[in-house]
């Protein structure tokens, strides 16, 4: 598991948002190993308009921008992966999406086991349960 919120600068568009939402699944499963059939993806828009830096819009700017928020269980990576991680998504998006601003944002926020899960149950009852099945 882990939850991708991707905000997108521009207008809504279909194609962007399933290619980006792969890329960064991609990225998500090849760096922190996660299972790809747990990772749930939103992709907003917003506005150039409406999307501000140093006081001046994307529209200001002539500029792209992009911010991605993954929540991870705490304790699962690493410093360094996370480090590539950041590395390889900010790379990439600024590809796909082009002419990106520097100020894109990742952030990867290690949520506690005992308050994070999917299903109705959380990731530390999760690993409860798998570890009484070995017993």
């Known amino acids: 598991m882990p939850h991708l919120n991707l905000q997108l600068s521009g207008t809504p568009d279909a ?7 792969a890329l960064i699944a991609d990225i998500t499963v090849d760096v922190l190993g996660k299972p790809r059939e747990l990772i749930a993806t939103a992709v907003h ?3 150039r308009a409406h999307w501000f830096i140093d006081g001046r819009s994307l529209e200001d700017w002539g500029r792209n921008a992009f911010h991605l928020d993954i929540s991870i269980t705490d304790e699962t990576n690493t410093k360094g ?3 590539r991680y950041l590395e390889q998504v900010h790379a990439q998006l600024s ?3 082009g002419n990106v601003h520097e100020t894109s944002y990742i952030y990867v926020i290690d949520a506690r086991a005992a308050a994070y899960g ?3 149950l959380t990731q530390e009852r999760r690993y409860q349960l798998a570890q009484n099945a070995k017993t």
């Open 118 to 120: 999917y299903g109705g």
């Open 95 to 97: 590809a796909l999406i």
């Open 15 to 21: 194609d962007l948002s399933r290619r980006a939402a």
């Open 45 to 47: 828009y917003v506005d």
């Open 81 to 83: 992966e996370k480090a």
